[in-house]
């Protein structure tokens, strides 16, 4: 299966739209970004998007506030005051008892929205300059329903600066206290390990969409037409899942446009968010994803979702039959060679294309606990319970 992936990614070549004897009729753009809580990121963000190549007047800005505690609608006001953007504050109401208000806050801003193309992030991604015109011109192009783009985590470098504040207040710290810079080390593992689990989902869900086949986008980075939204009746039938925003709208839209649902390989279209600072909001992630496959419409999707399952599982058990002497060391080698080989290839191929290259040394690391990840992750899923999202217990 993983050579397959590396074959059709590797088929296609990436694209950049970046072209200015390329004069496309884009269609105006409504960008979404929910938030709740997000003072610390909004900002940054909204700079992002003020530096866009793509002419203001082709784009608009909702930001959907879910009932904030601290200061992020102050912090947009106050942009909004100097800004040349055409940034709207989409302040939704208190209420009680509400499943998934990521959808409520996108269901409210499309409402509000006077563009063709939706594209929906989130308040702590960033993006770059060309992101908006790279995925206007690609849809002009090409014509698509849906455009997925690419989503990664931002990179934990062991030089970066507060690495070497660290480092130098170590120098002249007693040696007694050397946490600090073996907590910033582990640190970088954690979230650069991160950044390599994700690319793989990235990966095989691009890979699906390249040959007309998709089962998973990334709600951070995703443009669909208004239109079509409002035909495939957006999220109705979903609405009391905490999670499914981008996957459960795409399968709509596929179902009867198959050939229009298309992944963008452009680098310049890549969004970088945060990765998880907590094993208890990274659990609470995986948690939510792992358990959308049971809500899936789609029976290939569901299959592909349990044939991922039985083949990470599939690694514990050849490791535990050769410490029970039940296949021989030359099939037990063989086997991880055969896997762990192939998934290197697509791994390396996908870092790179996220601009995370100089992570390629720490895939096999990734491999051997990936396996075991998703078994208990695809273990766990299966217990109806609630998830924390925001601050907020959700079912």
């Not at 909702?62 to 006001?77: C, F, H, K």
């Not at 991880?336 to 791994?347: G, M, Q, R, T, V």
């Not at 075991?372 to 609630?386: I, P, T």
């Amino acid at each position: 299966m993983t050579t397959g992936l590396v074959i059709i990614w590797s088929k296609n070549r990436k694209v950049s739209f970046i072209d200015k004897n390329f004069m496309a009729d884009t269609l105006v753009i409504s960008v979404i970004i929910p938030v709740r809580n997000e003072a610390k990121n909004i900002l940054s963000l909204l700079q992002d998007l003020e530096k866009q190549t793509l002419a203001k007047e082709k784009f608009e800005v909702i930001v959907a506030d879910d009932d904030s505690t601290d200061d992020t609608v102050t912090i947009v006001r106050n942009f909004q005051q100097t800004t040349k953007l055409n940034l709207v504050i989409n302040q939704l109401p208190p209420k009680t008892n509400n499943t998934s208000p990521k959808k409520r806050a996108i269901d409210s801003s499309i409402k509000l929205a006077k563009g063709n193309l939706i594209t929906t992030t989130d308040g702590d991604c960033r993006v770059g300059e060309y992101w908006l015109e790279t995925i206007a011109n690609f849809q002009a192009q090409t014509g698509a329903y849906l455009v997925s783009s690419a989503v990664t985590f931002n990179s934990a470098a062991f030089n970066n600066i507060a690495f070497e504040r660290k480092a130098a207040r170590f120098a002249q710290a007693p040696l007694s206290k050397p946490y600090s810079i073996i907590r910033s080390i582990i640190h970088s593992i954690i979230n650069n390990t991160q950044i390599i689990e994700f690319s793989s989902l990235v990966g095989s869900g691009a890979c699906a969409m390249l040959v007309q086949k998709p089962n998973m986008c990334n709600g951070a980075n995703l443009t669909y037409l208004k239109s079509v939204f409002h035909e495939v009746k957006g999220f109705t039938g979903n609405e009391d899942l905490a999670s499914g925003d981008d996957e459960f709208l795409m399968h709509k839209i596929a179902a009867k446009y198959p050939d229009k649902v298309r992944f963008l390989k452009s680098q310049d279209a890549i969004v970088e968010t945060e990765a998880h600072t907590s094993w208890r909001s990274f659990y609470n992630q995986r948690k939510r994803w792992a358990s959308k496959w049971r809500h899936y419409n789609n029976w290939q999707t569901t299959a592909l979702a349990v044939f991922v399952f039985l083949a990470n599982l599939l690694v514990p058990l050849t490791f535990v039959s050769w410490f029970a002497d039940f296949i021989s060391t030359e099939t037990f080698l063989m086997s991880l060679f055969l896997k762990f080989s192939a998934e290197f290839i697509f791994l390396s191929l996908m870092v790179s294309f996220l601009r995370k290259k100089n992570l390629i040394w720490l895939i096999p690391f990734v491999q051997l606990v990936y396996p075991l990840y998703v078994v208990f992750f695809g273990l766990v899923a299966q217990k109806q319970g609630e998830y924390v999202w925001k601050g907020r217990k959700l079912k």
